[in-house]
């Protein structure tokens, strides 16, 4: 067992089966992880394999509801196997965040037949997901922007998407365009390129091409309700709090979950430009 961490400090008290996986994570973290670091960051050598060990160590499926065989777990114990991960590997913990971000928007969807189709294989790591959302946080004209079809059995996408991360190495992608009432449309989508989908190619990074981020142009790519996620209300990412936690580094008191909900902590890219958007 690794000494405690300021998480472990901060954070409220695992259960015996939490713990048993976060161990786990600390392991890979200063094991197999470490050793592939280079690697891995530079892109030479897959991070696929150590997703499939991820997977193998029941690490694939924590955000996933029980009801669907994952661990259920809030954001506590993902900070701290995301942690552990990061001992030895920034790429790694980078991309099966997504996954985890993935199936936590999944879960909430009250489309109840795309949460049965997609979690338990999310919870094995036999199906793992991405997203390209960013987009919809940006002010203006939308960088991606969702229609409705005549027939009204769905909506169409055009536009771009500055970043997805996770090309080859996730099977699907959750997709985010702006309405034209303001609200953001998050469908489903198999991440692979087609005429619809048009991938603009792995992008060079200083750091993390391991992570095979790209950006994509899309051209009427239809969503139809059996894979849209949500509609959310306007401006709900753009004003979202950050996943800054003051408390974790001790410069603030944890926050009750009442407090926690109440508080928006807004970063500088997100916050109002006009009165009129105030």
Request: glycine fraction near 10%; aromatic fraction near 4%.
């Amino acid at each position: 067992m690794q000494p405690a961490t300021i998480l472990d400090e901060a954070l409220p008290k695992l259960t015996s089966r939490e713990q048993e996986l976060v161990e786990r994570a600390d392991a890979l973290g200063h094991g197999l992880l470490a050793e592939q670091a280079a690697a891995v960051d530079a892109g030479t050598l897959s991070v696929r394999g150590n997703l499939e060990r991820l997977a193998a160590d029941g690490l694939t499926g924590i955000t996933v509801p029980r009801a669907y065989g994952g661990l259920g777990a809030g954001d506590d114990v993902p900070l701290r196997v995301l942690e552990g991960l990061a001992y030895g590997d920034g790429t790694t913990p980078f991309v099966i965040a997504q996954h985890y971000g993935a199936a936590s928007i999944i879960a909430a969807s009250p489309n109840e037949a795309l949460r049965q189709s997609m979690l338990p294989g999310m919870t094995t790591g036999e199906t793992l997901c991405g997203f390209g959302i960013s987009q919809v946080r940006r002010a203006g004209k939308p960088a991606l922007a969702a229609t409705a079809l005549r027939d009204g059995e769905g909506y169409r996408f055009d536009g771009v998407i500055p970043w997805m991360t996770g090309y080859d190495l996730f099977d699907r992608v959750i997709i985010a365009g702006t309405l034209p009432d303001g609200r953001s449309l998050l469908a489903l989508f198999p991440f692979q390129e087609s005429e619809r989908l048009r991938i603009d190619g792995v992008m060079d990074l200083v750091a993390m091409n391991g992570a095979r981020t790209v950006s994509a142009t899309v051209d009427g790519l239809v969503a139809r309700p059996s894979n849209i996620v949500h509609i959310e209300p306007a401006s709900r990412r753009a004003r979202r709090a950050t996943t800054s936690r003051p408390w974790l580094s001790g410069v603030m008191p944890r926050p009750s979950p009442t407090q926690r909900h109440n508080c928006a902590i807004v970063s500088p890219a997100s916050a109002p430009t006009s009165t009129a958007e105030a």
